[in-house]
């Protein structure tokens, strides 16, 4: 991809579903994790719970990157905001001030829809991302930690 290309930033459609799981099966290798089908993972875009929504930022030539986020209640304040589920950036146009880009769109639509906040995670490792987050203004929220159950365990509880 160019890196002088303009960027448009808007939602996805499903004439977008193969493109975004191109991107998808690149975030995958990038992380080093288990990726489903490419067919998979399309049926999986087109059957995303209501509400879970995925900010494009496209080039003339593709997808470079995108954002993944839902609206949440409550938070601070009996407040409003976005949970951040996933920011990613195509390999060729890291450091190119399109991430920055991608979540200062986000942030429009944070306000334009009337929330206040986005609250997202971090690897704890990448070190690297977190001082990106902290240069937009992020803070770290010691006082917080973040929880998953999954699978058997899941299964386990339901059941309860």
Not at 69 to 89: D, H, M, R
């Amino acid at each position: 991809m160019s890196h002088t290309a303009l960027t448009a930033f808007r939602e996805i459609t499903e004439a977008d579903f193969g493109d975004v799981a191109d991107v998808l099966i690149e975030m995958q290798a990038h992380y080093r994790a288990r990726c489903p089908t490419r067919d998979s993972i399309i049926d999986g875009l087109r059957s995303r719970p209501t509400g879970s929504r995925i900010l494009l930022a496209c080039e003339n030539d593709g997808i470079a990157g995108f954002a993944c986020f839902s609206a949440i209640y409550p938070g601070p304040g009996l407040t409003s905001g976005f949970f951040l589920k996933e920011l990613y950036v195509r390999h060729d146009r890291r450091n190119s001030g399109l991430g920055k880009r991608l979540m200062a769109s986000l942030a429009a639509i944070v306000r334009q829809e009337g929330h206040d906040r986005i609250d997202w995670t971090v690897d704890a490792a990448d070190l690297r991302l977190q001082q990106f987050y902290e240069m937009l203004g992020g803070q770290a929220l010691p006082e917080k930690r973040f929880f998953r159950i999954a699978g058997a365990k899941l299964t386990k509880l339901a059941d309860e």
